[in-house]
């Protein structure tokens, strides 16, 4: 019995649908009944949120749980209040946990490693079996590039020359799932990541191939990447996270390439050009909501 968190989400709908391939025995934690009805297969589903968890009696039917919340201010908290739920159940759930690439580095203090570093130190305290999935940045996450690819034929972000294992959520969800189904993983932690880690000229240089149209890379200043994250609706607190992980990116923090996605799932992981050929409509046709050119 597997329960996911984060269900609806770029990940966790990529984990739906792994498991119902897989015929697993699984049940969708939403917010709001209505979401359920779109996910892949026909999975149960329970409704309630981080910091206001199903009750005791249906924590106790799960075997696994999958940890993944958004990247907020009260992530580490939220997430706390659920692993505490967990506890008091007393079932002793193995849970595998959705972390970021850098989050076990203590002198990585970028504010979303941080939130997940306090989660994790917290989780091993519980004793409870546990299982870390961390991820490079995503592909997906080159989206908020859309639109300045579209009309000014560039990526500008404040990364200077720093490269990124960028990783499909796919990929990501497909080792989520093999690790809720399989034996063997608890105390592991996986850094999960493309097939190799690019500065944001060689995606740009790819993005040409892909599109046949020549996209340039424009080093941002950090000052003008702040006020275009506020002025497309991001919170400050989000803005600053955001310009604290492209100086981590800067500096060399992302540079890492595994081959934990092969070793966890059997198959590669996605190069970004296959990528980019699936997901070519979202970057041709506008997307509304999407920030401009932050992550």
């Known amino acids: 019995m597997i329960l996911v968190t984060g269900a609806t989400g770029r990940v966790g709908y990529h984990v739906m649908a792994a498991l119902a391939d897989a015929h697993a025995d699984v049940t969708a934690m939403v917010r709001v009944e209505a979401k359920a009805a779109d996910l892949p297969g026909t999975p149960q589903h329970v409704v309630a949120t981080f910091d206001d968890p199903p009750p005791a009696e249906v924590l106790r039917g799960f075997d696994r749980v999958f940890l993944l919340s ?7 908290e939220l997430e706390t209040v659920f692993i505490d739920a967990l506890v008091a159940a007393g079932h ?11 989050f076990g580095d203590p002198g990585c203090e970028v504010r979303f490693m941080v939130s997940h570093r306090q989660v994790a130190a917290h989780l091993d305290a ?35 020359h720093g490269r990124v294992g960028f990783v499909a959520a796919s990929d990501v969800a497909a080792a989520a799932a093999r690790v809720l189904t399989g034996p063997g993983h608890e105390g592991a932690t996986y850094t999960l990541t493309g097939p190799e880690a690019l500065r944001f000229k060689d995606v740009a240089a790819r993005i040409s191939a892909v599109f046949a149209r020549q996209v340039d890379y424009t080093d941002q ?22 310009l604290e992980l492209f100086d981590w990116i ?39 909501g999407l920030p401009r050119a932050v992550f």
Do not use: C
């Open 92 to 102: 002793g759930p193995h849970v595998v946990k959705i972390a970021a690439d850098g």
């Open 250 to 288: 800067r500096q060399g923090g992302a540079d890492t390439v595994t081959t934990a996605v092969r070793e966890v799932t059997g198959a590669d992981p996605r190069p970004v050009e296959d990528w980019l050929d699936g997901s070519r409509a979202s970057f041709l046709l506008p997307t509304p």
């Open 70 to 76: 958004p990247p907020i201010e009260e992530q580490a």
């Open 126 to 160: 519980t004793g409870l079996p546990v299982t870390y999935l961390a991820p490079a940045l995503y592909m997906e996450d080159l989206l908020a590039a859309a639109e300045t690819i579209r009309e000014d034929a560039a990526i500008s972000v404040p990364a200077g």
């Open 221 to 242: 200043h950090p000052e003008q990447a702040r006020e275009l994250m506020l002025a497309g609706g991001l919170s400050r607190w989000r803005a600053d996270g955001n």
